[in-house]
């Protein structure tokens, strides 16, 4: 999160023929000659123009950047904060974390989803469409898929999603696959 500053107007340039040049305002565009202005990522602003990009709120006091774009707190992270593959809830940075591909789990959230089982240390699952799968559930879905399903050659060669498993540790408080 930035927080705005207040600085004096007097930042702006002076150029080479002496003449004061104000500070062009980053919302808006146009000189900044305010007694006061904010100063917010290195970037000049009207009072009035430090407002959230996306509901167009004021911002005092804190607000979040990204892209060159302000926020405010519950814009921001419904925009940017990582959310569960499964439950679809935020995960707070200092939350464990199991993380599958471009996909990233609560703990608590990383379990097969037909039987329901929590996914341990050691456990050898599949995603398959975004679903986990431990792997006694995919083998009894290929097996029911095989037996209703043309035979291999008929339809072309029988295909299998590539095995998983689940590691042990990570990093800062995330673990990963």
């Known amino acids: 999160p930035s927080q705005g500053i207040f600085s004096p107007p007097g930042t702006g340039k002076l150029p080479s ?9 980053a919302g808006c565009d146009t000189p900044i000659s305010d007694r006061f202005l904010l ?3 290195e970037r000049s602003w009207h009072e009035a123009c430090v407002k959230c990009a996306v509901c167009l709120q004021p911002l005092a006091g804190t607000c979040y950047s990204r892209n060159r774009q302000l926020y405010c707190k519950h814009d921001y992270e419904k925009l ?13 940075p200092s939350e464990l974390i199991m993380r599958v591909l471009e996909n990233v789990y609560h703990v608590h959230c990383f379990y097969c989803c037909e039987c329901e089982r929590r996914l ?8 398959k469409e975004g679903q986990l799968l431990c792997r006694s559930d995919y083998e009894k879905e290929k097996e029911m898929l095989s037996a209703i399903s043309p035979a291999p050659t008929e339809a072309g060669p029988a295909r299998s999603l590539p095995m998983g498993k689940v590691a042990a540790g990570g990093d800062e408080g995330q673990r990963r696959l």
Do not use: W, Y
């Open 39 to 41: 100063r917010v990522n």
């Open 120 to 127: 341990q240390r050691g456990d050898e699952f599949v995603l």
């Open 17 to 25: 023929h002496g003449i004061f040049s104000p500070p062009m305002c």
């Open 80 to 92: 940017f904060q990582t959310k569960c593959s499964s439950c679809l809830k935020a995960i707070a």
